[in-house]
Every structure is written in C-alpha cells, then in structure tokens.
C-alpha cells in the first residue's frame, strides 16, 4: 500500500464489498493448490476481529486465520490475496486510532514472519513483539528477513476463544 498516511483505514474496515461470500472456482491449478473449489472471503473486519482476540504472548499467522475461516464456513480454502490486504488495513486502522487497539503485531505472515507492510515496518513490530518476550531471529544476508523464533509453540488458536468473536 501507499500513501497510508492518506486513506482512513477504520472506513475501510467496515467495508463489506459483498462479503461474506463462498466463490466457486474452477481453475484446476488453483483447485489443486488449494485443495478444493469453495474460496471464502471473508469481510476486513473479521481479520480484525480475530486479531483481536489474540492474547498477550501468542502470536497467530494470517494462514491460521485464513484455515479458521474456512472451517468455520464450509469452505475448502480462504481467498489468500484479499486475506494479506485486510491485515494490513486492520493494522492501519488500529494505528490510526487513538483508543481501542488491535494487536496486529501479533499477527505474522507465513513461517512467523514479520510483516514490513504493517505501520512503523519489521523495527516497529519487532519492538512489540520483544516487548512481550518474543525472540526475534534474523534470517538471510542479502534479503534479510525476521521471525518469531519458535512461533509454532505461540500459536494462537482462534477455535479455542469461539466466544470473543
């Protein structure tokens, strides 16, 4: 994204754009990665909403997220594009605020990764994260990138909080 610093993100938030919605796909290639042809979309905040329910000291991937939605809509996978987006905007959103703070430093890309697409960049997540005892790992020399060391025993699982969301 650019120009964040111009665009109001808690109005994007609430944008449904016709969702929820279960899309049928038939692009075989896309069938097989999936492994199924029910894509769900879910709306911007339900990622928030899930975000939000993550707890201090755990941590939660955006495939996690992704799999908790499909799940819970019968649906073989969710729409992984439009997944990475609504993070982002969830995490601009709570920037934005002045109260009412989403954790979104708490969600990770794929492998526990840091994401640099949120506020502030990998530094200002790494900061928060460390803040609450996390282990940062720096991988790479070239293209360096950074993880939450050991994320897999941080996991989050938003199946176990059904009642916040």
């Known amino acids: ?10 109005a994007m938030l609430q944008e ?3 969702m929820p919605k279960i899309q049928i796909i038939t692009d075989q290639k896309s069938i097989e990665k999936y492994g199924g042809n029910r894509m769900y979309f879910a709306p911007p905040a339900d990622y928030d909403k ?18 908790y939605f499909a799940g819970r809509n019968d649906a073989d996978f969710t729409e992984p594009i ?13 920037y934005q605020r ?3 703070e989403t ?5 990770l890309k794929a492998n ?9 960049g990998v530094e200002a997540q790494k900061e928060k994260l460390e803040s609450e005892g996390h282990t940062i790992v720096r991988k ?20 176990s909080a059904e009642k916040l969301l």
Request: no cysteine.
């Open 1 to 10: 994204m650019a120009n964040e610093e111009k665009k109001d993100f808690n």
């Open 16 to 18: 449904k754009k016709d």
């Open 50 to 67: 899930v975000m939000r329910a993550v707890p201090y000291g755990k941590v939660i991937t955006v495939g996690k997220i992704r799999e």
């Open 82 to 94: 439009t997944a990475g987006i609504f993070v982002s905007i969830a995490a601009w959103a709570s």
């Open 98 to 100: 002045t109260e009412d």
């Open 103 to 107: 954790p979104y430093w708490r969600t």
């Open 112 to 120: 526990g990764e840091l994401n640099p697409k949120y506020p502030g």
């Open 140 to 159: 790479g020399r070239k293209n360096v990138k950074y993880y939450v060391k050991d994320y897999e025993k941080l996991l989050f699982h938003p199946e």
